[in-house]
C-alpha cells in the first residue's frame, strides 16, 4: 500500500511538472519519495518475502543467493533516504532564516545536482557493504547422488577490526545516525522558531481587521507559503521520530556488541518495532502532502476527476450510441404523410444524411446565384421570388431548370436518397 501511495505521489509531481514550472522543493520530495519507495521494496525483500518463499517453495536456497544483494541494497536506500532528508532541511532553513543565501543555493538546476550527487555519494558510501556478506556453497555426496546447499555467511572483511571501528561506528554515527538527527533536531527547532516568529510579526503588522480585510488577496500566497513549510516540517518531524529508535539501537549495539545485542529478546523487540516505524514513515507522506498541501490536495482532485469525467463521459457516449442504435433499428422508417419518405437505420445513416442535406442548401445557394438573370416583369409574370432580406419581388428567369440541375448531379452527390410515394 505504501509502495502505491509513494507512486500516486511521484506520478502527481510529474504530471504537475509538465504542466507548470515545477517548484524547487518538488525536487526533494520526489526524490525522498523515490527512495523511501525502495527502502519499502527491500524491506520487504528482507523481511516478508523470505516467509512467503518458505510457505510455497519450502527452503531459501534460491533467494540466498541474493540476499547479500539485497542486504547491501537496503543500506543504500537508508543512507540515501537520511541524507535527502538533510538536504531537505538545510535548505528550508536557509529559505527561512537566509532568504539571501537560499537564492544564490536554491536555484533549479543546482538542486537537481545535489539530489543526484547525494543519490550517487549514497550508492558509493555502501560499497563495502557488498563485501560483508557472501553466499557459500557446500555439496556433499551420499549413495553417489551430490547436493548443493547454499547458506550466507559473513566474510572476513566485515570482522576486521579496523573496519569494524573507523566504517560501523565513526562513520556510522557520524554521516549516518546520531550526528544527521541531531542536526536535523536542532534545524527542525529553528525552523519551527521562524515559522511561528513569521506568523506573530504578521500579525502586528495587521492589528485591524478592516486592513487585514483590504489586504486579504496580498497576504494569501504568504499564508501559503506558511502552509508548504509546515507540511515540510512534519515530514522532517516524522522522519526524525522514526530514525531516533533505530539511532539508538545502533549506538547500544556499537557499546554492547553485535553478539551480545542480537541475543537479547528485548533487543530483538526493539529492532522490530524500530523496522515498524521506517516503514511507517516511509508509507504515509502521501497523508501529510494530502492534508497540509493544499496545492498538492487541488491538483490531485483535479488530476484524478479528469480521469473519472473521461471514463464516465467514454461509458455515457457508448452507451447513447447502442441507444441510438436500437432506437433507429425499431424506429427508422418514418410513417409521415409528406410526398417523401427517408430511410434511416443508423446513426452513420442520419449523419450521411445531414451532410447531403447540407450539401443540398449550398448547390441551391449557389444556382440562386450563378444560374438566374433579372428578368422584366412582363417576360414571366408567374414566377415570383419574395427576397426576405429586402422584402422586394422580383421576377426571374432561369437559364437552366433548377430540379433538372439538381437531377443531373452525380447519385453519389444527391442531396437526398428519396423516393417517390407512389
Given at each position: 500500500m505504501g509502495v502505491i501511495l509513494n507512486m500516486i505521489c511521484i506520478y502527481v509531481f510529474r504530471q504537475h511538472a509538465k504542466e507548470h514550472t515545477a517548484p524547487v522543493i518538488h525536487y526533494y520530495l520526489m526524490t525522498l519519495t523515490l527512495?523511501?519507495?525502495?527502502?519499502?521494496?527491500?524491506?520487504?525483500?528482507?523481511?516478508?518475502f523470505p516467509n512467503m518463499y518458505r510457505v510455497y517453495f519450502g527452503s531459501l536456497e534460491s533467494y540466498q543467493l541474493v540476499y547479500p544483494y539485497v542486504f547491501a541494497g537496503a543500506n543504500i536506500t537508508m543512507v540515501a533516504s537520511v541524507w535527502v532528508v538533510l538536504a531537505l532541511t538545510i535548505d528550508r532553513y536557509l529559505a527561512l532564516c537566509k532568504p539571501l543565501k537560499h537564492r544564490y543555493i536554491?536555484?533549479?538546476p543546482r538542486v537537481k545536482r545535489i539530489m543526484v550527487l547525494v543519490s550517487i555519494l549514497a550508492f558509493l558510501y555502501n560499497i563495502p557493504r557488498f563485501f560483508e556478506i557472501v553466499t557459500n556453497k557446500i555439496c556433499t555426496t551420499q549413495n553417489g547422488t551430490t547436493t548443493c546447499k547454499y547458506f550466507v555467511d559473513r566474510t572476513p572483511f566485515a570482522h576486521n577490526s579496523l573496519y569494524h571501528i573507523f566504517y560501523k561506528i565513526i562513520s556510522q554515527l557520524l554521516l549516518v545516525s546520531l550526528i544527521p538527527c541531531f542536526i536535523l533536531f536542532v534545524l527542525t527547532m529553528k525552523i519551527s522558531l521562524a515559522i511561528r516568529q513569521a506568523i506573530l510579526r504578521r500579525k502586528k503588522l495587521c492589528p485591524d481587521m478592516a486592513e487585514v480585510n483590504k489586504s486579504f488577496k496580498k497576504s494569501k500566497p504568504v499564508s501559503k507559503e506558511h502552509k508548504a513549510n509546515i507540511m515540510l516540517v512534519l515530514v522532517i518531524i516524522k522522519f526524525l521520530i522514526s530514525t531516533i529508535l533505530p539511532t539508538t539501537c545502533d549506538i547500544i549495539e556499537k557499546i554492547i556488541g553485535a553478539e551480545v545485542f542480537q541475543k537479547s529478546h528485548f533487543a530483538t523487540i526493539i529492532v522490530d518495532i524500530s523496522n515498524f516505524l521506517i516503514v511507517l514513515n516511509c508509507s504515509t507522506n502521501f497523508w501529510v502532502f494530502l492534508f497540509y498541501g493544499q496545492r498538492f490536495r487541488s491538483y490531485c482532485k483535479r488530476l484524478f476527476?479528469?480521469?473519472?469525467?473521461?471514463?464516465?463521459?467514454?461509458?455515457?457516449?457508448?452507451?447513447?450510441?447502442v441507444r441510438d442504435n436500437i432506437t433507429?433499428?425499431?424506429?427508422?422508417?418514418?410513417?409521415?404523410t409528406t410526398p417523401f419518405v427517408i430511410k434511416s437505420t443508423s446513426n452513420k445513416d442520419s449523419q450521411k444524411r445531414k451532410s447531403n442535406v447540407d450539401y443540398s442548401l449550398n448547390n441551391l445557394h449557389s444556382l440562386n446565384n450563378y444560374n438566374f438573370e433579372l428578368s422584366p416583369p412582363n417576360k414571366n409574370p408567374d414566377l415570383t421570388i419574395i427576397n426576405k432580406s429586402s422584402n422586394i419581388s422580383c421576377c426571374m428567369i432561369r437559364k437552366m431548370s433548377a430540379q433538372e440541375r439538381l437531377y443531373s448531379l452525380p447519385k453519389t452527390n444527391s442531396p437526398f436518397n428519396v423516393e417517390k410515394k407512389v
Amino acid at each position: 500500500m505504501g509502495v502505491i501511495l509513494n507512486m500516486i505521489c511521484i506520478y502527481v509531481f510529474r504530471q504537475h511538472a509538465k504542466e507548470h514550472t515545477a517548484p524547487v522543493i518538488h525536487y526533494y520530495l520526489m526524490t525522498l519519495t523515490l527512495w523511501q519507495t525502495a527502502v519499502l521494496l527491500n524491506g520487504f525483500l528482507l523481511y516478508s518475502f523470505p516467509n512467503m518463499y518458505r510457505v510455497y517453495f519450502g527452503s531459501l536456497e534460491s533467494y540466498q543467493l541474493v540476499y547479500p544483494y539485497v542486504f547491501a541494497g537496503a543500506n543504500i536506500t537508508m543512507v540515501a533516504s537520511v541524507w535527502v532528508v538533510l538536504a531537505l532541511t538545510i535548505d528550508r532553513y536557509l529559505a527561512l532564516c537566509k532568504p539571501l543565501k537560499h537564492r544564490y543555493i536554491g536555484k533549479r538546476p543546482r538542486v537537481k545536482r545535489i539530489m543526484v550527487l547525494v543519490s550517487i555519494l549514497a550508492f558509493l558510501y555502501n560499497i563495502p557493504r557488498f563485501f560483508e556478506i557472501v553466499t557459500n556453497k557446500i555439496c556433499t555426496t551420499q549413495n553417489g547422488t551430490t547436493t548443493c546447499k547454499y547458506f550466507v555467511d559473513r566474510t572476513p572483511f566485515a570482522h576486521n577490526s579496523l573496519y569494524h571501528i573507523f566504517y560501523k561506528i565513526i562513520s556510522q554515527l557520524l554521516l549516518v545516525s546520531l550526528i544527521p538527527c541531531f542536526i536535523l533536531f536542532v534545524l527542525t527547532m529553528k525552523i519551527s522558531l521562524a515559522i511561528r516568529q513569521a506568523i506573530l510579526r504578521r500579525k502586528k503588522l495587521c492589528p485591524d481587521m478592516a486592513e487585514v480585510n483590504k489586504s486579504f488577496k496580498k497576504s494569501k500566497p504568504v499564508s501559503k507559503e506558511h502552509k508548504a513549510n509546515i507540511m515540510l516540517v512534519l515530514v522532517i518531524i516524522k522522519f526524525l521520530i522514526s530514525t531516533i529508535l533505530p539511532t539508538t539501537c545502533d549506538i547500544i549495539e556499537k557499546i554492547i556488541g553485535a553478539e551480545v545485542f542480537q541475543k537479547s529478546h528485548f533487543a530483538t523487540i526493539i529492532v522490530d518495532i524500530s523496522n515498524f516505524l521506517i516503514v511507517l514513515n516511509c508509507s504515509t507522506n502521501f497523508w501529510v502532502f494530502l492534508f497540509y498541501g493544499q496545492r498538492f490536495r487541488s491538483y490531485c482532485k483535479r488530476l484524478f476527476y479528469r480521469k473519472f469525467l473521461r471514463r464516465a463521459e467514454k461509458y455515457l457516449e457508448s452507451s447513447f450510441e447502442v441507444r441510438d442504435n436500437i432506437t433507429h433499428k425499431y424506429y427508422g422508417i418514418s410513417n409521415s404523410t409528406t410526398p417523401f419518405v427517408i430511410k434511416s437505420t443508423s446513426n452513420k445513416d442520419s449523419q450521411k444524411r445531414k451532410s447531403n442535406v447540407d450539401y443540398s442548401l449550398n448547390n441551391l445557394h449557389s444556382l440562386n446565384n450563378y444560374n438566374f438573370e433579372l428578368s422584366p416583369p412582363n417576360k414571366n409574370p408567374d414566377l415570383t421570388i419574395i427576397n426576405k432580406s429586402s422584402n422586394i419581388s422580383c421576377c426571374m428567369i432561369r437559364k437552366m431548370s433548377a430540379q433538372e440541375r439538381l437531377y443531373s448531379l452525380p447519385k453519389t452527390n444527391s442531396p437526398f436518397n428519396v423516393e417517390k410515394k407512389v
